[in-house]
């Protein structure tokens, strides 16, 4: 069925230009041993295809060739997705993609969003726990993502650091120093300065120790107060909190969440 076109698509299949483009620079190709009888671009996107799906290896729609067999073994696929796992292509492609994005104008790091989700785990896992608050098995991530463009009008969802996961009986706050370092690790190999950068979160990390560790990396922290049951706010200068900033959120982390929920594999 082909896939309705729009600003909110998520490709889950990508044309050989795309994939020459954004993907073959970075994958590790051997040059021992024979060849395979399908391209890495069709190879990829069986990839792809079982991230959307999260199916199992077995499960995998394979294509006929003209003899009416399956084209390829799901097995050889497996083999490429783990030998592209173990040379970091994953990483690569994604570094590249947001280099490509600051260079040429698309990426707005004035103001980047931070935030973390639950997501439901049927089965056991790595990082499975339950969560009291949600009622539920799962994983906890935390994410980034750039903010809005004001001279376009219009919100970007780029996001700017691999995801932060952890059991899903974990509390957020302290899984905050790590996804910045890694949104820093990022910065640093594309060349975004993030000096200035307003870091929008919302109260769970609201802590003298995140704000401290944005702070020290000349970020300006904007997290709506948390009071933890108070019932007055603590005694000291007022911080800094600019709502229409944490309001965007709801229309750019959020949406990063959903298009995370769309590739299955990553839910399983």
């Given at each position: 069925?082909?896939?309705?076109?729009?600003?909110?698509?998520?490709?889950?299949?990508?044309?050989?230009?795309?994939?020459?483009?954004?993907?073959?620079?970075?994958?590790?190709?051997?040059?021992?041993?024979?060849?395979?009888?399908?391209?890495?671009?069709?190879?990829?996107?069986?990839?792809?295809?079982?991230?959307?799906?999260?199916?199992?290896?077995?499960?995998?729609?394979?294509?006929?060739?003209?003899?009416?067999?399956?084209?390829?073994?799901?097995?050889?696929?497996?083999?490429?997705?783990?030998?592209?796992?173990?040379?970091?292509?994953?990483?690569?492609?994604?570094?590249?993609?947001?280099?490509?994005?600051?260079?040429?104008?698309?990426?707005?790091?004035?103001?980047?969003?931070?935030?973390?989700?639950?997501?439901?785990?049927?089965?056991?896992?790595?990082?499975?726990?339950?969560?009291?608050?949600?009622?539920?098995?799962?994983?906890?991530?935390?994410?980034?993502?750039?903010?809005?463009?004001?001279?376009?009008?219009?919100?970007?969802?780029?996001?700017?650091?691999?995801?932060?996961?952890?059991?899903?009986?974990?509390?957020?706050?302290?899984?905050?120093?790590?996804?910045?370092?890694?949104?820093?690790?990022?910065?640093?190999?594309?060349?975004?300065?993030?000096?200035?950068?307003?870091?929008s979160l919302d109260g769970v990390y609201d802590s003298r120790e995140?704000?401290?560790?944005?702070?020290?990396?000349?970020?300006?922290?904007?997290?709506?107060?948390?009071?933890?049951?108070?019932?007055?706010?603590?005694?000291?200068?007022?911080?800094?909190?600019d709502s229409s900033i944490f309001q965007e959120r709801f229309n750019?982390?959020?949406?990063?969440?959903?298009?995370?929920?769309?590739?299955?594999?990553?839910?399983?």
């Amino acid at each position: 069925m082909p896939q309705t076109k729009s600003h909110k698509w998520i490709p889950t299949f990508l044309t050989l230009e795309q994939f020459e483009t954004f993907v073959l620079p970075h994958l590790h190709i051997g040059t021992r041993g024979p060849q395979p009888k399908l391209s890495l671009h069709a190879i990829f996107n069986y990839i792809l295809k079982l991230l959307h799906l999260g199916c199992q290896w077995s499960e995998l729609p394979i294509e006929k060739d003209k003899n009416g067999r399956p084209e390829i073994h799901h097995s050889s696929v497996y083999r490429a997705f783990r030998r592209y796992e173990t040379h970091g292509c994953f990483e690569d492609i994604f570094k590249a993609s947001v280099s490509m994005l600051n260079e040429k104008g698309k990426l707005d790091a004035s103001v980047i969003h931070g935030d973390g989700t639950t997501t439901a785990a049927k089965k056991g896992g790595d990082n499975l726990g339950f969560s009291g608050h949600k009622h539920m098995k799962g994983d906890k991530v935390v994410a980034f993502c750039d903010g809005r463009r004001p001279t376009f009008g219009h919100r970007n969802c780029n996001i700017i650091s691999p995801f932060v996961s952890a059991p899903g009986n974990r509390n957020e706050s302290p899984l905050f120093k790590t996804a910045l370092t890694q949104v820093m690790s990022t910065a640093r190999t594309v060349g975004i300065d993030l000096i200035g950068t307003v870091v929008s979160l919302d109260g769970v990390y609201d802590s003298r120790e995140n704000r401290k560790a944005i702070f020290n990396r000349g970020m300006v922290p904007n997290i709506n107060k948390n009071l933890r049951g108070r019932k007055t706010p603590k005694p000291g200068p007022k911080r800094l909190f600019d709502s229409s900033i944490f309001q965007e959120r709801f229309n750019t982390i959020e949406r990063v969440f959903a298009w995370e929920d769309k590739f299955k594999r990553l839910l399983l």
